[in-house]
């Protein structure tokens, strides 16, 4: 399995617009950040979590050639508003998109031209949507997917797991019955917004207790906003937890985790 981080941004991106702070002048790429999306590809099946407003960049970037099924988080504008980007994988054929009711209905509503067959006419993407259950395990092609209940401050979302590796943003909490579908994961990836609290978003901070509580081997964090410098939080953070950034991916060979900068602009290995 693989896992390119395709964008590790807040609803805004990094460098936010009009703004002049260091971490949006930075020429560090780590701190140019697009929404928050990751690709997950297994031998013979590739799945994008959330369709972001920058999926056309991210796509152009990592070369994704295809794509059979988008696992929806939620449906906050900077997790869908690159459904229409879906259009080149969907060439005489549809893509599956999986979420939670919630989210199944408001893309209906939002896009409807994108969801509702009737509507399909060429040229436009095709969707078709799949409402999931937190703990039924899906299969999508090789893949088996675990959609995982998180709260996003008042609003339950959902998590993926697939194998040993969970994909948790825009988390503010995780309900007690959610922690045993954690178990055993070696890679997790958390939301963390900045460092001051948040109401809807883990703080660095509260995501790194809840690294130590979920106890993975390795924890990544993404959904970050301009108040975090990459380099400064890398200092800042214990060794088994990472800031993520775009382009990053990670691949699991003979046990080890493998990280390394993707096909994307930062092609540089950077560690073994
Ligand atoms: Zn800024
Ligand atoms: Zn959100
Ligand atoms: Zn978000």
Known sequence: MRITFLGTGTSNGIPV?????????????KNHRTRTSILIETATTTILVDSSPDLREQALR????????VLFTHAHADHTHGLDDLRPFCCGKSVYGYGDLNTIEDLRRRFDYVVDYRKWTPGRPRLMPKVVEPGQVLRIGDAEVLPVRIMHGEDPILGFRVEDFAYLTDCKSIPTESYPFLDGIKVVVLGALRYRRHPTHFSVAEAVE??????????YLTHMCHDVEHEQLCDELPPAIRPAFDGLVLERHNGRLRQSAGRGSLRSFISE
Not at 62 to 69: H, L, Q
Not at 210 to 219: K, M, P, S
């Open 62 to 69: 990592e070369a994704i050639s295809s794509i059979d099924a």
């Open 210 to 219: 809840e690294a130590a509580r979920i106890g993975a081997e390795a924890t």
């Open 17 to 29: 617009v009009t703004c002049n702070c260091r971490v949006c002048r930075s020429q560090n790429p």
